[in-house]
Nanobody, 126 residues
Framework: QVQLVESGGGSVAPGESLRLSCAAS????????VAWFRQVPGKEREGIAC????????TYDDSVKGRFAISRDYAANKVFLQMSDLRPEDTAVYYC???????????????????WGQGTRVTVSS
């Protein structure tokens, strides 16, 4: 069974950093597009970053632009989300998702993804 596994979440103070990992199991990320989403209780899951493994294109939601960076490691079959200058409003469960597609077009639509991870929790508080 194909799956994605997130790791790297935790509790940090405002202004600190975390790096999340998204590891693929039983499939290769090379020809897929991968995105990071986050969700807080009572709200819809929102897309915050996307990377095309084929062409390398990256895109970000305005709420994280300049603070978060998505990257890929082909050899490790992983995608990362480097999060800097974390704020309390970044507190959420973070998910990665993958689909066999070349671009990040309409990445925020939840219906466009066919493999999801189980999520990793990030808490930012003083």
């Amino acid at each position: 069974q194909v799956q994605l596994v997130e790791s790297g979440g935790g509790s940090v103070a405002p202004g600190e950093s975390l790096r999340l990992s998204c590891a693929a199991s039983r499939f290769i990320l090379d020809e897929r597009t991968v995105a990071w989403f986050r969700q807080v209780p009572g709200k819809e899951r929102e897309g915050i970053a996307c990377i095309s493994m084929v062409v390398g294109h990256k895109t970000y939601d305005d709420s994280v632009k300049g603070r978060f960076a998505i990257s890929r490691d082909y050899a490790a079959n992983k995608v990362f989300l480097q999060m800097s200058d974390l704020r309390p409003e970044d507190t959420a469960v973070y998910y990665c998702a993958a689909v066999e597609r070349e671009t990040c077009t309409a990445y925020k639509s939840l219906d466009n993804w066919d493999v999801w991870g189980q999520g990793t929790r990030v808490t930012v508080s003083s």
